[in-house]
């Protein structure tokens, strides 16, 4: 992460140049893919998860009236 701070800093706010700021962006950018839910964060580490697994479809249902048979 060290390296792409010195490679990307300029496109960040200037925080994250100060020591220690590599933890927090791990951190944010974590959170940010478990809300699109391509990680899993457990106590064991983090697991990469399917991009496809975003899409899942529920179970179908029906909306409207239905028609007498």
Known sequence: MSGWIDEYSRYWRKAV????AEVELCHKALQRLS?????EISDDGVQPLPAIGRHVLGEASIIGKQKPS
């Open 17 to 20: 140049r100060e020591r220690g």
């Open 35 to 39: 809300a699109l839910r391509l990680v």
